[in-house]
């Protein structure tokens, strides 16, 4: 069960919350290179055959809900990383738009997806304010990196563009300590930080919020979308909107 929706009020960030997010990016830009190795269990986040098993499964559930959304002619995908998803998106849009804050994820995404429908933009989502509406607004292991205090901002946007048909969908992770590498320590599903390492020892506090599902359909309904969520089992929960 996802937990702990903090207001901004009741877990203060010390005042340092843009020094977090600038440490949050420099972590994502620099852990670009081995990005895939957490979402195809290699290395460190290696699981036994069972767990791995089951990580593989669930993560096909995704791809099917995401399969089964009426027809999509044109789609926006949010923090798009190194392509996993925009590889998805491409094959069931006839156009995708994937926004970024990290160059080298934009990158590696542009040469493994290679596909004409695809395009990127460099943005901070922290600052962004969309000019054109899509049939879907996709999101996949972003929301969890967004503090408290500006989900509404975030989830504001969001509806901005969305069309008037259109969906959203947003999938993240649930609070498991098989989801993370074998030398992180999960933190508390009411903690806002997460210490994360990288493959030479590096270390980064990024954000990391574990939302209540209650709470989190409730944000998105204020901000003018109708989420319905579900979990996928241990390791996911995805949730499908529109407008209200």
Known sequence: MLMGLLQPEDAPMNGQENDVLDEQLAYYRARAPEYNDWYYRRGRYELPPERRQQWFAELEILERALYELPPITDALELAGGTGIWTEKLAQVCNSV?????????IAISSSRVGQNNVGYRQQDLFDWQPSEKYDLVFAAFWLSHIPPSRLAAFLSATRKAMAISGKVFFTDGLHNPNSVANDHQLEEPGSLLQLRKLNDGRQFHVVKVFYDPRQ??????????QLTMRTTGDFFWYGIGELL
């Open 97 to 105: 738009l994937v926004l970024d804050a990290s160059e080298e994820m």
């Open 216 to 225: 989190l359909v409730a944000e998105c309904r204020r901000a003018g979308i």
